[in-house]
């Protein structure tokens, strides 16, 4: 496809169980970054990756949360055991290469609600 | 550390009237700054970025920002709103050698006929 692309698009959840949020990065991006969204917090980063170096995982809040991508391309957003402060629009966004002059591309989101 | 503040939750303008959302950054070392748009229910879509080239950045529908490192600021602007100009404008900060972005609160725009 054409942009980045993120499934699934709502997931709704009780408060324990764990969860997988899948993101598909633009073709050819080396980097790829994972973020936050909630009405307390605004926007944070969570995890970036670049190529194949060992990810930032800086912004990760606890250890419940994880993130793989597998052969440079997709990527997956693990939540274990889930709260229902962990309730917000996951976005997934990926660049050329990284760096700060880059842009960022971002997708549509998953908002996931914790029961 | 870098932060951004965007001064306003909301800012409503009428039709045609002149747009202004404001950003001031907090940065140790010269910054690089975006500022980004999110339609309900999308993603957030790169409006324009400063990279340390001109200090007057012109980006997409019209909308352009000045940076100005004595008032460490990157405030938005639009001569003339449109309706379609409705939606939640977010500005960000980040530097060289650093790729991840920190982002303010966000300013919802609100245009009105």
């Known amino acids: 496809g054409a942009g980045v692309s993120q499934s699934p698009s709502n997931k709704v959840t009780e408060k324990g169980k764990d969860v997988e949020l899948r993101c598909d990065p633009i073709?050819?991006?080396?980097?790829l970054y994972w973020y936050r969204q909630s009405l307390g917090q605004g926007l944070e980063f969570l995890i970036y990756f670049q190529g194949n170096s060992a990810p930032d995982k800086s912004g990760l809040p606890s250890d419940r949360f994880s993130a793989e991508r597998t052969g440079g391309s997709v990527s997956t957003l693990t939540i274990q055991r889930t709260q229902q402060e962990d309730s917000a629009v996951y976005l997934c966004?990926?660049?050329?290469?990284?760096?700060?002059?880059?842009?960022?591309?971002f997708g549509p989101g998953t908002r996931l609600t914790v029961l | 550390a870098q932060s951004v503040t965007q001064l306003g939750s909301h800012v409503s303008v009428s039709e045609g009237a002149l747009v202004l959302l404001r950003c001031n950054y907090s940065?140790?070392?010269?910054?690089?700054l975006f500022w980004y748009v999110q339609y309900p229910n999308q993603g957030l879509q790169l409006l324009l970025k400063y990279t340390s080239a001109a200090t007057l950045v012109k980006g997409i529908n019209g909308f352009e920002a000045e940076f100005k490192k004595s008032e460490t600021s990157f405030h938005l602007t639009k001569p003339s709103a449109h309706m379609s100009d409705a939606a939640e404008y977010f500005c960000a900060v980040t530097r060289s050698g650093y790729s991840t972005l920190t982002f303010g609160k966000g300013t919802m725009l609100l245009v009105s006929p």
């Open positions: 966004a990926s660049s050329v290469a990284g760096g700060g002059t880059d842009t960022q591309y």
């Open positions: 940065s140790s070392v010269p910054p690089y």
């Open positions: 073709s050819g991006h080396t980097a």
